[in-house]
């Protein structure tokens, strides 16, 4: 299946960063509505974009550039308008999706999660997963902390760009993590780390 390429980040908004930095909550009553593909891209864009003309960093730092983190969006069928049911991967080099699970999975994430329900509410679950070898290979006893100081600076870029679109998220941490690398099918090298549900709020 071919990838699927995402619209291009804006680089103005409507609201300053000390102003999404002050409205900044944790949102967990989402309500039906579908995000835009526009939308999808944004906090992808912010989460891990190349943002680097001619080169490869991203929007979030990382130790050595190591860049460990692997994002998934989970969405129902048409929760994102113009997409369909399924787990797609966000490639970070060319701004694009590819497909790597069929069908609405938000249900049994929530469930992975210990019935934190909102999160099969939610129009789109995006899964943090990390691949610490790419950390580990260059910083060995110190890479487990470094990638989760990573998960942080991505959760918090996604946290301000939601409310600065005038949309919602919280940071999950709890789950049960061989049920959710289970459900997203996550290759053996892969952890899932953070999910953070996106949406309208209610
Ligand atoms: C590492 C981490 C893990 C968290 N895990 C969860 C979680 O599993 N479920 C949840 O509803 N909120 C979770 N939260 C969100 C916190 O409950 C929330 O940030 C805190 O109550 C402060 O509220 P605020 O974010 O609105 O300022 C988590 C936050 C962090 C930083």
Redesign the pocket.
Known sequence: MENIKLPGARLKGEMSVEEAIQR???R?DFAGAPLTMEQLGQVLWCAQGVTERGGSKRAAPSAGATYPMVLFAAVGEQTVAGLGAGVYQYLPAGHALKKVLEGDIRGRIASA?YR?H?LAEAPLDILMAADHSRTSSRYRGRAPRYVAMEA?HI?QNI?LQAEALGLGT??????DDGAMAEVFGLPRELEPL?LMPVGHVR
């Not at 919280?170 to 789950?175: Q, S």
């Open positions: 900044r909550r944790s967990r999660a934190q909102f942080g959760g946290y919280v940071a999950v941490g709890a789950f953070y």
